[in-house]
């Protein structure tokens, strides 16, 4: 299978401790996004990644939330000194460039934070 | 404000037709996406619309109207496999870098 994987899966932790979180987008696939859901809601845009460079984020991202996309692979979503409020499920989604634009965006299954 | 409405839940039967409206209030409008989510799964793409106007996937088929902001997904020969979420999302941006703002999404049971 050669879709967007996360890893892990699920995590549980500690209110004030830190997690990361990875994510592996379509091997040709350029764009990163990262996600948030939280329960009966749509996904919340995170920030966005082209190649290595971050190029938008949110103001849902506070400065205990940093991502990185070292090499323009794979990418990371850390979460420092985590509150009850970070629980949610986190979601990252590759695309590509085609001649009309951005093509569409597919996701990856999601990592499913809760913190105690 | 960005905001998305969509009816919170939907019922019908199988082999049944149903209609999933989406309505939109955005800026940098690109185009209107639809996406299916089965609990505890990833969103799914089913269909994109740009212009104004009907796109038909197998059975599903989106429609946009960019005057009235309005856009909605057809679902034609349900099937029990069908029940999921349903999520409107508009593609806000520009040629380089669209994100997706999606709605509170619609939740579709198929009943036999």
């Known amino acids: 299978d050669t879709g967007v994987s996360q890893d892990p899966r699920h995590k549980i932790t500690k209110r004030g401790q830190n997690v990361t979180f990875r994510c592996d987008p379509i091997s040709e696939h350029n764009r990163l996004y990262w996600y948030r859901q939280t329960l009966g809601q749509g996904p919340e845009f995170l920030t966005y990644?082209?190649?290595?460079?971050?190029?938008?984020k949110s103001r849902l991202l506070s400065d205990r939330f940093s991502a990185e996309r070292p090499k323009g692979s794979f990418s990371t979503l850390e979460i420092q000194r985590t509150e009850q409020g970070d629980s949610a499920m986190y979601l990252c989604a590759s695309s590509t460039l085609d001649r009309k634009g951005p093509y569409e965006q597919y996701f990856g299954p999601g990592t499913r934070l809760t913190v105690t | 404000g960005q905001s998305l409405e969509q009816p919170s839940e939907v019922t019908a039967v199988e082999g049944a037709i149903v209609q999933i409206n989406c309505t939109y209030q955005t800026s940098g409008f690109y185009g209107l996406s639809w996406y299916q989510q089965h609990d505890g799964g990833a969103p799914t793409f089913l269909s994109y619309n740009a212009l104004d106007g009907l796109e038909e996937t197998g059975r599903f088929s989106s429609f946009l109207s960019r005057s009235d902001s309005y856009g909605y997904l057809l679902l034609q020969e349900l099937q029990m496999k069908d029940s999921a979420s349903y999520f409107c999302?508009?593609?806000?941006?520009?040629?380089?870098?669209?994100?997706?703002?999606f709605g509170t999404g619609t939740r579709l049971l198929v009943s036999p």
């Open positions: 990644f082209q190649n290595e460079a971050q190029l938008e």
């Open positions: 999302a508009v593609r806000e941006g520009n040629t380089g870098f669209q994100k997706l703002v």
